[in-house]
């Protein structure tokens, strides 16, 4: 059975600091991850992929992967009330055509 | 551009009505999905299409249906609705190994 885990918070920060999103995944042989970030009521919005092992920065975010360990995390540096919102990990299996599989969440909360 | 749409935005249906969800894409991916997600869930999904012409089941594909009518839209059918078919249903479309989620559509089964 391929899963993605996720903790399903609430993770809560107060504003300014760095939040720290993790989630592992089961199939050794995944090739791609990704983040979305989902607010309430609304559908998923791509953040960030990443394809290789170490970190990939993108202003506030970065995602880090370490495929040995089967882990890929999010950072949001400088934390906002915006950024509350529920991120899902996601992971493409790599024996489909892009079929993704999507951890179920964690919501995370921005304190001002 | 509207990326990826989908109607209604919202339905109830009593038990055994059947219903189709549309989905239209204006970003020419050859993939489309559709997923749902329920609550405390992530997305499951139901069906996909790699391509025009083609269709294969995902995760939960039991109680649907699905067309790929050409490259822009991809229907998804509940024959015979039932409770537990109750869910926010998401469409997307896929250029490559990324994907871009339609507004949602939720529906309750009573």
């Given at each position: 059975q391929k899963e993605v885990e996720q903790n399903s918070g609430p993770l809560s920060v107060p504003e300014g600091a760095i939040a720290s999103l993790n989630c592992t995944y089961s199939?050794?042989?995944?090739q791609s991850f990704f983040w979305y970030r989902q607010y309430s009521g609304k559908s998923p919005e791509l953040i960030m992929f990443i394809y290789s092992n170490g970190d990939k920065e993108d202003g506030r975010f970065t995602a880090q992967l370490n495929k040995a360990s089967q882990y890929v995390s999010l950072l949001i540096r400088?934390?906002?009330?915006?950024?509350?919102a529920t991120y899902l990990c996601a992971v493409n299996l790599v024996?489909?055509?892009?079929k993704l599989i999507f951890g179920s969440g964690t919501r995370l909360l921005v304190r001002p | 551009n509207a990326g990826v749409t989908q109607t209604p935005k919202f339905q109830v249906l009593k038990t055994g009505q059947s219903m189709t969800l549309q989905c239209a894409q204006?970003?020419?991916?050859?993939s489309m999905y559709w997923y749902r997600q329920d609550p405390g869930m992530g997305l499951r999904l139901i069906y996909y299409s790699a391509s025009e012409g083609t269709t294969d089941k995902g995760e939960v594909p039991n109680g649907y249906n699905v067309s790929?009518?050409?490259?822009r839209e991809f229907s998804l059918r509940l024959e015979s609705a039932a409770p537990s078919q109750t869910s926010v249903y998401f469409c997307a479309a896929g250029g490559g190994e990324t994907q871009y989620f339609g507004p949602g559509t939720r529906l309750l089964v009573l």
């Open positions: 199939d050794r042989g995944s400088d934390s906002q009330p915006s950024d509350s024996d489909s055509s892009y | 204006d970003m020419n991916h050859n790929r009518l050409n490259k």
